[in-house]
């Protein structure tokens, strides 16, 4: 295993990686932190409206230096930049930082982590992708006006797949597809995921504009299809079918503060700015075939003889996997 | 994510499991190596009669420390031994040790890993788990005569995965069943696998003591089954079958100084211990599922409409996955 800037970078994108689609609308990124070869911290964005990666890594570098945790939550962005402001300068010369994503320059919902960063006598940050949003830009020369080494493009292919769906969902929807399988393919036979599983799907749908589902999955399963396992509000639900004819007893009609709209055109839908997340089987999948950007595999540890799979022909690419309790967590891109 | 003792022996646990089966008839064993939170090496035993992965990583902290390469071939485990003899002391003063596995006290094949651990002043060695063969503990006790910490448990049933098929091919055969699949479980279709994957279960292959095919998919598929992705010698071949009437110009049987023998019954195979590479379809599956050990996947990024998977019921346990080039590998245990 080599020991070097992509080893550390490679940190950063994993840990980003476990709140891929979690930040919607902002995009995944991470952060790590090293001092003269110790790694400090690994950190990454967890939820629009908290701590950027940065902030959380520069908190957590910190208590790795001075030996104790800081009395500041570390979600709070504005507590936790206020915080940093009053450390020693000192504290952090040498620091390496590396980052997934150019530290923003704009004090938008939370404050410009460049310019926290350029307050210490940082040795170099190492960012993977330039800031592509227009506008955004200018992290980097903020840094770099402070004496600090900047350098672009280490991890630079792994960075564009962790932010392709923040660049897909400001244009029009980013479409992702979820699928619970066994090892060998089958999606029949009840629940299939794991609890760890069942709360990262109910976090995702939290974190989505509108989840769409398909008419024979909702027949068939009569699902309840809400946020029960992360405690969070339900999603708004699209049920895509041609007949309007469902069964009302079905549970998904009876959640709380949500809508559930039966529509049998999905375009304006897509071509709408945001994050879909689509649920169903092989009918869902051949409907949507040609805009599924990508697939989320929940992928369970056990072959079954069911005799449910879903045949498609499709090509992917994987992105990441990870386990996620006893299942694995498969994200690969439709190409 | 936290960086802790676990972290690190995480790094070396991972390192470990890309040579899982390819140390035969050695255990398959990582190590990282730690200055003041500094990672200088994370390092694995990648072949039986090479370095154990004590030495290489050992060799490797060094080139870290003193920041260029050492002129001794790593592989070559009596010539790293020789030339860490010399090397100073001091230079690993304070190093934390992270070892998968008890470093080796007795001289095998290669001389013993913990009289050469302490011979420096290291701060701590933390071992996953103890040495489990009979005779062969005391590595532990080597160091801490010397003065050195010794600690146990970190991560001991992850190291207990990564060390099963050792602990098993001691008593009875290992077997591996491996399946090369789409990510929606169809085993059809000509090669599923991309080079990266070819070769690694060719050099699989030629770590086996013997490999074992179904008659079924010798006849179907009428393949060679040897390791030329890995330019290693060809396996000695089982075919299970009740009928011997092969057509002798499939390809298989005519690969030179290898055995190929035909058999309905593979009883006194898997009573002897040894490691066993079994590859075929649901046939295959069915006949030796109560003595399959461990499933290997080569999950290939593509879904497929073919009609051939396999229809099986049976928990499996996700004990590793890495990507290999475009696929995924899938260590699992059937439980």
Redesign the interface.
């Known amino acids: 295993?080599r020991?070097d800037d992509r080893f550390f970078m490679e940190?950063a994108l994993r840990?980003a990686w476990r709140y891929q689609g979690l930040t919607y609308p902002n995009p995944a990124v991470g952060c790590a932190l090293v001092k003269?070869?110790?790694?400090?911290?690994?950190?990454a964005h967890r939820k629009a409206g908290e701590s950027h990666a940065e902030v959380r890594a520069l908190l957590k570098a910190y208590e790795?230096l001075i030996g104790r945790e800081a009395a500041v939550d570390p979600a709070d962005a504005d507590a936790v930049h206020d915080f940093l402001e009053t450390i020693p300068e000192e504290l952090f010369r040498g620091v390496t930082a590396y980052v997934t994503l150019e530290p923003c320059a704009h004090h938008g919902r939370t404050p410009s982590c460049a310019r926290l960063l350029a307050r210490f006598p940082l040795h170099r940050v190492v960012i993977a992708l330039a800031d592509p949003v227009a506008g955004h830009g200018g992290g980097a020369d903020t840094l770099a006006l402070a004496g600090i080494e900047v350098e672009f493009g280490c991890c630079r292919e792994e960075a564009q797949a962790l932010l392709e769906p923040f660049g897909i969902w400001q244009q029009r929807a980013f479409v992702l597809f979820k699928l619970a399988?066994?090892?060998?393919?089958?999606i029949g036979g009840g629940y299939l995921s794991g609890p760890d599983a069942l709360r990262h799907v109910h976090r995702l749908r939290a974190a989505a504009d509108e989840m769409i589902i398909g008419g024979g999955t909702v027949r068939a399963d009569r699902p309840t299809l809400d946020c029960r396992f992360s405690r969070d509000p339900a999603p708004n639900l699209t049920i895509y079918s041609r007949k309007e004819d469902f069964d009302r007893t079905i549970p998904l009609f009876d959640v709380p503060d949500r809508s559930v709209e039966i529509r049998d055109d999905l375009r304006a839908l897509l071509e709408r700015p945001g994050f879909l997340l689509v649920e169903g089987g092989e009918g869902m999948?051949r409907a949507l075939q040609e805009r599924i950007d990508w697939?989320l595999?929940y992928q369970t540890?056990?072959?079954?003889?069911h005799p449910l799979?879903?045949?498609?022909?499709?090509?992917?690419?994987?992105l990441h996997?990870?386990?996620l309790g006893?299942?694995?967590l498969?994200w690969?891109r439709f190409g």
Request: no cysteine.
């Open positions: 295993m020991i940190l840990e003269e070869g110790r790694l400090l911290a690994v950190e790795a399988q066994t090892a060998n393919g089958r999948l697939l595999l540890p056990k072959l079954s003889p799979s879903y045949n498609v022909d499709q090509k992917l690419e994987y996997t990870e386990p006893r299942d694995l498969i690969s």
